[in-house]
T-cell receptor, first 111, second 111 residues
Framework: ETGVTQTPRHLVMGMTNKKSLKCEQH?????MYWYKQSAKKPLELMFV???????ENNSVPSRFSPECPNSSHLFLHLHTLQPEDSALYLC??????????FGSGTRLTVV | SQQGEEDPQALSIQEGENATMNCSYK?????LQWYRQNSGRGLVHLIL?????REKHSGRLRVTLDTSKKSSSLLITASRAADTASYFC???????????FGGGTRLMVKP
């Protein structure tokens, strides 16, 4: 365990479903991130939260909706996704600067 | 856009040999980090080198940074089959704590 826990590990959802990915860290980090990793593409930064405030939204479609209720928890709400959204979604946390700690990811398949 | 680009994209070596991976980036950085990812899992932070450092060691890992050429290299000495993974470089810019990743080098170490 890295200290960053993501659930679920695997998720299969239909295009009309609504689901949420969860990330939790108890490392005392003040920043949390969502990354998307698709096959044969570099990791894409989706959202950044610093001290619970969203500071970055990298032109992510509105069908992805992040939520950060406190500095230890981060959610990614999903609705009306497309098959091309199938990917590994990685959560990470860090202090203001320095190395990131990643979770094991959620493998999402949209059918 | 992608900040870091690793070279080569894939590398296959025999156990005991050294593996060298290179990374180039485009803009000014605060630090550069190397990560390892086993198939379908989260990324593991290996080493961070700051923009004012030129070389750093950690166990069998040696990282160099040349800011004039905007490049870095990761050397794994005396490789083991367990080193088989994808290796990514990532840069943190001067403005904040967002990491931008390259496409990675897939390393295979044959026993």
């Amino acid at each position: 365990e890295t200290g960053v826990t993501q659930t679920p590990r695997h998720l299969v959802m239909g295009m009309t479903n609504k689901k949420s990915l969860k990330c939790e860290q108890h490392l005392g980090h003040n920043a949390m991130y969502w990354y998307k990793q698709s096959a044969k593409k570099p990791l894409e930064l989706m959202f950044v939260y610093n001290f619970k405030e969203q500071t970055e939204n990298n032109s992510v479609p509105s069908r992805f909706s992040p939520e950060c209720p406190n500095s230890s928890h981060l959610f990614l709400h999903l609705h009306t996704l497309q098959p091309e959204d199938s990917a590994l979604y990685l959560c990470a946390s860090s202090f203001r600067t320095g190395g990131y700690t990643f979770g094991s990811g959620t493998r999402l398949t949209v059918v | 856009s992608q900040q870091g680009e690793e070279d080569p994209q894939a590398l296959s070596i025999q156990e005991g040999e050294n593996a060298t991976m290179n990374c180039s980036y485009k803009t000014s950085i605060n630090n550069l980090q190397w990560y390892r990812q086993n198939s379908g899992r989260g990324l593991v932070h290996l080493i961070l080198i700051r923009s004012n450092e030129r070389e750093k060691h950690s166990g069998r890992l040696r990282v160099t940074l040349d800011t004039s050429k905007k490049s870095s290299s990761l050397l794994i000495t005396a490789s083991r089959a367990a080193d088989t993974a994808s290796y990514f470089c990532a840069t943190e810019d001067n403005a904040g704590n967002m990491l931008t990743f390259g496409g990675g080098t897939r390393l295979m170490v044959k026993p």
